[in-house]
Antibody, heavy 120, light 107 residues
Framework: QVHLQQWGAGLLKPSETLSLTCAVY????????WSWIRQPPGKGLEWIGE???????NYNPSLKSRVTISLDTSKSQISLKMTSMSVADTAVYFC??????????????WGQGTPVTVSS | SSELTQDHAVSVALGQTVRVTCLGD??????ANWYQQKPGQAPVLLIY???KRPSGIPDRFSGSISGHTASLTITETQAEDEADYYC??????????FGPGTKVTVL
């Protein structure tokens, strides 16, 4: 069974950089796209971006200029960096593994979520 | 704003059937997936590729699609099915996109 465990700083000041890590236990790491998704308090899910083990990345256009997603295949870890954080970026951040071989790959496995608060 | 639309909330009597719908032009080209999310928890995949269930998901959950409308149907609704339900597909750029979510209340 695949298990995703994530961690990172949960309290940031405006303009600081968010850094989160997601470790994958079980299953294959290569051959899949790995995504970050966030959910502001009381709101819906927003896809942030994805990357595969070869570094092929794809980002939400509204966040692209501030986001970097990278994979460390030796550690089976995915990282998220988001610069210039603001209060509007306050949310729970999830990592997730995408399925394969379909027109709209589902997010099959999710991390537990990391609450991130941006406040001065 | 989302290119997928969902009713904000629906209610269903215990043991009855409820349908949650998701509308979007992209659903004519891409499969729909559905997730259940309970407070304080990560979403759980319920339905993928419009009508397939991952192992462990009860068969009272089913999915279908017609034109630009995807539907999640819950039959014999249980109290534990009270949750938020999100559809997921792709947008016009081919990027993952979520609907705004539907809150299902079990009466």
């Amino acid at each position: 069974q695949v298990h995703l465990q994530q961690w990172g700083a949960g309290l940031l000041k405006p303009s600081e950089t968010l850094s989160l890590t997601c470790a994958v236990y079980g299953g294959s790491f290569s051959g899949y796209y790995w995504s970050w998704i966030r959910q502001p308090p009381g709101k819906g899910l927003e896809w942030i971006g994805e990357s595969d083990h070869s570094g092929r990345g794809n980002y939400n256009p509204s966040l692209k200029s501030r986001v970097t997603i990278s994979l460390d295949t030796s550690k089976s870890q995915i990282s998220l960096k988001m610069t210039s954080m603001s209060v509007a970026d306050t949310a729970v951040y999830f990592c997730a593994r995408e399925g394969a071989n379909t027109s709209s790959p589902p997010f099959e496995f999710w991390g537990q979520g990391t609450p991130v608060t941006v406040s001065s | 704003s989302s290119e997928l639309t969902q009713d904000h909330a629906v209610s269903v009597a215990l043991g009855q059937t409820v349908r949650v719908t998701c509308l979007g032009d992209s659903l004519r080209s891409y499969y729909a997936n559905w997730y259940q999310q309970k407070p304080g928890q990560a979403p759980v995949l319920l339905i993928y590729d419009k009508d397939k269930r991952p192992s462990g998901i009860p068969d009272r959950f089913s999915g279908s699609i017609s034109g630009h409308t995807a539907s999640l149907t819950i039959t014999e609704t249980q109290a534990e099915d009270e949750a938020d339900y999100y559809c997921h597909s792709r947008d016009s750029r081919g990027n993952p996109s979520f609907g705004p979510g539907t809150k299902v209340t079990v009466l």
